[in-house]
C-alpha cells in the first residue's frame, strides 16, 4: 500500500468527521435556541393569559363595588355597602399587576385607559356616597339613575379591549413560534441528515481501505505461507536437483569420455574435448550452484579430521599443474616449515578453497605467474592460524568492484562470465567456507598488476601423527586378484552401459540388475567379487539391499553405494546401512577404477594384458570384441548371436562345399558373402575374411576353381575350430 | 525414472538384410537406438513392408538374392515414389558401388562390418528429414 493514498486516508476521514461534528453542534445549537424560544413564548402566553385574567377580575370588582353601593344608596340598608372597600383594593391592586405585565406601547395604552376609567368609576361612586351622605338622597339617587351604568360599560369596554387585545397578541405569538420551531425542524433534519451523510462517506471509505487491507493482507499470507512451505522443500529439492541434473551429466560426461576413446579424426576429436570441457564447466557450475544452496540453507557441514596441509598443498599443486602448464603460467608452492605437521579440520573444504582461488587466479592470469603460499600465522586458544596466499600477475581487479567481488553472481568485469566462463559463485563460496571454518579472506589487487587473495583458518593442531603413508594404502589392493566378477544393480540403462562398457575395457567380469531385489537374488546364486549398488532403485532401494546383503545373506563383500545424493552425511548414512565405500555420481572412470582396486582387483599389468590381447596366441580363433561393442553389455544378445552362429555357420559351409562341387560360380560368390557377413560376429574375420573377399573375387571372375578350393578347406578348419570353441564355452558356462 | 534425453525420436525401421546373423545385428542396433525394428529378408518383402506399413527409415543391404539392394532403393524411389531415408549396408565397398548406390537414391552407405555408432550417426544425419 502507498504511503501517499494511506495519508489521504487519513485526511479524508479526518475532515468527513469534522464535518460531521460541526453539522451535529449546529443541531444542538439550533434545538437549544427553539427550546429558548418554546420558553419566552410560553411566558408570554401565560403572561398574557394573566393579564386578561385581571382584567376581568378588575371589571368584576368594579361592578361589584357599583352594584353594591348602588344598592346601599336605593333601599338605606348600610349592610348591603359589605365587601365594597375589598371589591376596589382588589381592583387597584390587580391594575398595579396588569401594569407590571405589560409590555408593549399598546397594552399600557389599554391599560390607561381601563385605569382612568376605573378612576372615573370610583370617583363618580365616591361622590354619590359623599352627596348621600350629606342627606341628599334624592340627589344621589338622580346621579344613580344619569350615570345608567355608564361607568361600568365603559371599564367593560376597556376590558373587552384588553382582551382582544391579548387574543390578538396570543394568536401572534403562537404562529411566530409555530414557523420559527419549523424553520428550526427544517435546520436540524437538514444538519443531521448531512451529518448522516458525511459519517456515511467516511464509513464507506475507511471500510474500502479496510478491504484492500484485507485483500493485501491476504495476499502478504499466501505469500508467507508459500515461502515457509518452498523453505521446508528446498532441503528436499536440493537433494533431488542435485540427483536430477547429476544423473544426465554423468551420462553425457561418461559417454563423452568414452567416445573420445574410439577412432576418431581431428575434426571429431575436437568435438568431442568441446562436449567434455562444456560438460566439466557445467559441472562445476552446478556443483556451485548446490554447495552455495547447501551454505545458504546451513547444510553444509564441516568436517574435523586429522589431515596435512603440506601433503593436501602438494595434492593440489599436481591437480592444477597441468593447467598452468598448458597456459604456460609457472604456478609456485611455498610452504613454510613452520606449519604444523598434521591439524584437525576439513581437508575437503580446504581443497576446494585453493582450487578454486588458484583455478581463478591460473584463469585470469595469461602470463607470468601464480604463487601459493602457506604459513603458520600464530597460535590462538590452543588453535594454529594458518595464512594462505593466492597471488596472480593476472588481469587484476577494479579498485571500485573489489567490495563486491564476494557477493554472489558478481564477476569483476561484467563480460567476465562471457571471456572466462564461471558461474560468479565461486568467490561467494569461497567466502563463506572460509567464514564457515571460523576464518577470514581479504583480497588486494591492481588491475593490470595482479591480485592477491589471502585468507586464515585456525585449525586445531593434531596430536595423532599424520601417516603419510596412509593415503598410498588406499591405493594398494586388500584384496590381488586380477580376474574379478562384480556385481552392478542400477537402475538407469545409459548408467547401466556406462558402467558395463567400462567395466568391459577393463576386463572385469560384470552383471547387471535393475533393482535391489533381483541384485540380492543375484547374490544368492552367484560368486561375487564386489557390488556397486545404486541407491536409488525401484522395488528394492539401495539402503535396504545392502542390509539384507549384511543381515540375511550374511555376506562380507564390498558393497560401494552409487548415488547423485550429493548431500552432507549420505556417505554416513551408507555406511551405517553397511555399504563399504561410496562413489558419487557423476561416476569418474579414475574413482570407480581405484575403488574397485582398493577393495577387489588388481590391474593386470601391461604385459598380461597384451597376452590376453594376442587372441591367436593361445590358439583362439575366435574374438567377441565386436560383437561385445554391439550388444553394448547385452549378454542376452551375444548369447543369441553364438547361438545363431552355431546354427547358421554349418549350413552355409555344407552350401559353399557344394556349390564349389557343383561349379556354380554364382552360387559360390554368393555364399561366400554370407560366410564373410557371418564370421564378423565371432571375430573370424581377422582369421579368413581376406581369404573370402579372394574367393569372392575369383568365383565373380568365374576363374580359379582350385584356388577356391584351397581356400575353403582354411575357411573350413577355422569356422570348424571356432564352432569347437563356441561350443566348449557353453558347456563351461552349463556345467 | 525415466531419462529419455539420449533418445530421438522414435522411428520405424526397416532391414532389409537376407543373412540372419546380420540381420539380428541390425534388429538389435536399431532397437538398441530406441527405435522399432522391422525386418525383411529380401528386397520383394521390404517392398510389402513399405507398401503395408508406416516405415520411416530402411537400412538395406546390397547383394541379397533376388533384385538386391540397389534395384530395391530404385524401385522404391521410382515407382513407390518413397521419399523418407534410405541408407545401404554392405561388405561391397568401393567407390563403383558407393556411386551407383548413390545414383540409384540411397542417401548413405555403411560399409561392414557396421558399429553401432555408425548406424546412430547415419540415422541421425538423416531422421531430420523425417521429423
Same mark, same amino acid.
Request: glycine share 6%; proline share 3%.
Given at each position: 500500500m502507498k504511503k501517499t493514498s494511506a495519508v489521504n486516508i487519513k485526511i479524508k476521514i479526518s475532515l468527513a468527521l469534522l464535518l460531521a461534528l460541526a453539522a451535529f453542534t449546529v443541531v444542538q445549537y439550533l434545538s437549544n435556541k427553539g427550546i429558548e424560544n418554546m420558553r419566552i413564548s410560553e411566558q408570554q402566553i401565560i403572561d398574557s393569559g394573566e393579564i386578561s385574567r385581571r382584567a376581568e377580575a378588575v371589571e368584576a370588582a368594579i361592578e361589584g363595588y357599583t352594584r353594591k353601593r348602588n344598592a346601599f344608596i336605593l333601599t338605606g340598608n348600610i349592610n348591603l355597602l359589605a365587601g365594597s372597600e375589598e371589591d376596589v383594593s382588589s381592583a387597584i391592586t390587580n391594575l398595579r399587576e396588569m401594569r407590571e405585565?405589560?409590555?408593549?406601547?399598546?397594552?399600557?395604552?389599554?391599560?390607561?385607559?381601563?385605569?382612568?376609567?376605573?378612576?372615573?368609576?370610583?370617583?363618580?361612586?365616591? &361622590?354619590?356616597?359623599?352627596?348621600? *351622605?350629606?342627606?341628599?338622597v334624592t340627589e344621589a339617587v338622580e346621579l344613580i339613575n344619569e350615570a345608567r351604568g355608564r361607568h361600568v360599560a365603559d371599564i367593560e369596554a376597556a376590558c373587552l379591549k384588553i382582551q382582544q387585545l391579548e387574543e390578538a397578541r396570543l394568536e401572534r405569538i403562537i404562529l411566530a413560534n409555530d414557523s420559527f420551531s419549523r424553520r428550526i425542524e427544517y435546520m436540524d433534519y437538514a444538519a443531521t441528515l448531512f451529518g448522516a451523510i458525511v459519517i456515511i462517506f467516511s464509513l464507506f471509505i475507511l471500510f474500502q481501505d479496510i478491504n484492500k487491507r484485507i485483500i493485501v493482507e491476504n495476499k502478504l499470507r499466501i505469500a508467507r505461507e508459500k515461502a515457509e512451505e518452498s523453505a521446508v522443500l528446498k532441503e528436499q529439492f536440493m537433494a533431488n536437483m542435485s540427483h536430477e541434473i547429476r544423473t544426465p551429466m554423468n551420462t553425457v560426461l561418461g559417454f563423452a569420455n568414452l567416445l573420445g576413446r574410439?577412432?576418431?579424426?581431428?575434426?571429431?576429436t575436437t568435438y568431442i574435448k568441446a562436449i567434455q570441457a562444456s560438460s566439466e564447466n557445467l559441472l562445476r557450475i552446478i556443483d556451485d550452484i548446490l554447495d552455495f544452496s547447501k551454505i545458504e540453507a546451513g547444510l553444509m557441514r564441516i568436517q574435523k579430521t586429522s589431515f596435512s596441509i603440506e601433503a593436501l598443498l602438494h595434492s593440489v599443486e599436481a591437480m592444477l599443474m597441468p593447467k598452468a602448464a598448458e597456459k604456460n603460467i609457472r604456478l609456485e608452492f611455498q610452504v613454510s616449515e613452520t606449519l604444523p605437521e598434521s591439524v584437525i579440520g576439513d581437508?575437503?573444504?580446504?581443497?576446494?578453497?585453493?582450487?578454486?582461488?588458484?583455478?581463478?587466479?591460473?584463469?585470469?592470469?595469461?602470463?607470468?605467474s601464480v604463487s601459493v603460499k602457506a604459513e603458520l600465522l600464530k597460535y590462538e586458544n590452543e588453535d594454529a592460524v594458518i595464512q594462505f596466499t593466492v597471488k596472480d600477475t593476472g588481469i587484476g581487479i577494479p579498485k571500485e568492484k573489489l567490495e563486491e567481488i564476494f557477493e554472489r553472481f558478481n564477476q569483476a568485469h561484467s563480460d567476465t562470465g562471457r571471456k572466462y566462463g564461471g558461474s560468479g559463485l565461486g568467490l561467494a563460496i569461497v567466502?563463506?567456507?572460509?567464514?564457515?571454518?571460523?576464518?577470514?579472506?581479504?583480497?588486494?589487487?591492481?588491475? *593490470?598488476v595482479g591480485s592477491s587473495f589471502t585468507f586464515v583458518i585456525p585449525y586445531a593442531k593434531s596430536h595423532a601423527a599424520h601417516r603419510e603413508g596412509e593415503s598410498q594404502s588406499i591405493e594398494s589392493p586388500l584384496k590381488a586378484k586380477t580376474k574379478i566378477k562384480i556385481l552392478v544393480a542400477?537402475?538407469?540403462?545409459?548408467?547401466? &552401459?556406462?558402467?558395463?562398457?567400462?567395466?568391459?575395457?577393463?576386463?572385469?567380469? +560384470?552383471?547387471?540388475? *535393475?533393482n535391489g531385489k533381483s541384485a540380492v537374488e543375484k547374490l544368492k546364486s552367484s560368486r561375487y567379487d564386489l557390488v556397486l549398488l545404486d541407491i536409488q532403485m525401484p522395488e528394492m532401494n539401495g539402503y535396504e539391499a545392502a542390509r539384507h546383503i549384511r543381515d540375511k545373506l550374511h555376506l562380507d563383500i564390498p558393497i560401494i553405494a552409487m548415488t547423485a545424493h550429493v548431500l552432507p552425511g549420505e556417505k554416513e548414512k551408507c555406511l551405517s546401512y553397511g555399504m563399504t565405500d561410496y562413489l558419487a555420481k557423476p561416476i569418474r572412470e579414475s574413482?570407480?577404477? +581405484?575403488?574397485?582396486?582398493?577393495?577387489?582387483?588388481?590391474?593386470?599389468?601391461p604385459a598380461?594384458?597384451?597376452?590376453?590381447?594376442?587372441?591367436?596366441?593361445?590358439?583362439?580363433?575366435?574374438?567377441?570384441?565386436?560383437?561385445?561393442?554391439?550388444?553394448? +553389455?547385452?549378454?542376452?544378445?551375444?548369447?543369441?548371436?553364438k547361438r545363431l552362429f552355431l546354427a547358421e555357420c554349418p549350413e552355409e559351409l555344407d552350401e559353399l562345399e557344394q556349390a564349389i562341387v557343383k561349379k556354380d560360380f554364382d552360387a559360390i560368390r554368393a555364399i561366400a558373402h554370407k560366410i564373410k557377413s557371418t564370421i564378423v560376429f565371432v571375430g573370424l574375420d581377422l582369421m579368413i575374411g581376406k581369404e573370402l573377399e579372394e574367393m569372392e573375387s575369383h568365383a565373380e571372375k568365374q576363374v580359379n576353381l582350385s584356388r577356391i578350393k584351397k581356400l575353403f578347406a582354411v575357411v573350413n578348419e577355422a569356422s570348424m575350430k571356432a564352432i569347437e570353441e563356441l561350443n566348449e564355452a557353453k558347456k563351461r558356462n552349463r556345467p | 525414472m525415466g531419462y529419455q534425453f539420449i533418445k530421438f525420436n522414435e522411428m520405424n525401421v526397416l532391414i532389409v538384410e537376407d543373412e540372419k546373423l546380420a540381420r539380428n545385428a541390425l534388429r538389435h542396433s536399431v532397437e538398441e537406438l530406441g527405435h522399432c525394428a522391422f525386418v525383411a529378408e529380401t528386397a520383394e518383402d521390404a517392398i510389402r513392408e513399405v507398401e503395408t506399413r508406416q516405415i520411416d527409415f530402411i537400412l538395406s543391404d546390397i547383394l541379397m538374392p533376388g533384385i538386391g539392394g540397389l534395384s530395391l532403393v530404385s524401385v522404391l524411389r521410382n515407382i513407390h515414389l518413397v521419399k523418407i531415408p534410405i541408407v545401404h549396408i554392405s561388405a561391397l565397398d568401393n567407390e563403383q558401388v558407393r556411386a551407383h548406390s548413390r545414383q540409384m537414391g540411397a542417401d548413405d552407405f555403411i560399409s561392414k562390418p557396421f558399429t553401432i555408432t555408425e548406424i546412430a550417426e547415419v540415422m541421425e544425419k538423416h531422421a531430420k528429414r523425417v521429423a
Open positions: 405585565l405589560a409590555k408593549s406601547a399598546e397594552q399600557t395604552q389599554l391599560l390607561s385607559r381601563l385605569d382612568s376609567a376605573v378612576k372615573v368609576a370610583i370617583k363618580f361612586t365616591e &361622590r354619590v356616597l359623599i352627596t348621600y *351622605d350629606k342627606g341628599n574410439t577412432k576418431l579424426d581431428n575434426k571429431q581437508p575437503t573444504r580446504l581443497t576446494q578453497i585453493l582450487v578454486n582461488l588458484i583455478g581463478n587466479a591460473l584463469k585470469f592470469t595469461d602470463e607470468g567466502k563463506r567456507l572460509v567464514e564457515l571454518q571460523g576464518g577470514a579472506i581479504r583480497v588486494e589487487s591492481a588491475q *593490470d542400477e537402475d538407469n540403462p545409459l548408467n547401466q &552401459r556406462l558402467i558395463g562398457t567400462l567395466l568391459a575395457e577393463w576386463n572385469i567380469a +560384470s552383471d547387471t540388475v *535393475d574413482e570407480l577404477r +581405484s575403488l574397485i582396486a582398493k577393495y577387489a582387483w588388481t590391474a593386470p599389468s598380461m594384458k597384451s597376452m590376453n590381447n594376442g587372441a591367436s596366441t593361445n590358439g583362439r580363433v575366435t574374438n567377441f570384441d565386436y560383437l561385445n561393442a554391439l550388444a553394448r +553389455s547385452n549378454p542376452r544378445f551375444t548369447d543369441e548371436m | -
